[in-house]
């Protein structure tokens, strides 16, 4: 059996970790200030960087917060190469991750159900 590299978890967990901190301190899009980074899944070879993330205010359109990550990217690939030591760095790909939003429906399609009976 394939044993996984440990490389793309400890590259995705410090992207997860500067990305974090760069967007609270030094990106001043408001679009992106209120979001939080749950995970990053770099890909084995360390080409392409999903950025799951959720916006703090769930009623904010995640449209316009990937509008202003894209506009970001640029700028946080030159900052991330700059503190990070890789060779490549990874493109980054913004993905909402509307799993709470999801639970919160199902938890209320279980409650009307159970008043129903």
């Given at each position: ?24 301190n030094e ?31 769930i009623?904010?359109?995640?449209t316009e ?38 639970g ?14």
């Open positions: 059996m394939q044993q996984e590299s440990s490389r793309p978890l400890r590259v995705g967990e410090q992207l997860r970790r500067e990305l974090t901190l760069m967007l609270r990106v001043k899009d408001p679009r992106v200030s209120e979001i939080i980074i749950y995970d990053v899944v770099v890909s084995k070879d360390l080409g392409t960087a999903k950025v799951y993330f959720s916006p703090i205010d009623q904010q359109d995640a917060i990937i509008k202003g990550l894209q506009s970001a990217s640029g700028y946080l690939r030159t900052q991330l190469s700059k503190i990070l030591s890789l060779r490549k760095m990874p493109e980054l790909r913004f993905i909402v991750d509307d799993t709470e939003a999801k919160d429906r199902i938890e209320q399609l279980i409650q009307k159900s159970l008043h129903k009976q």
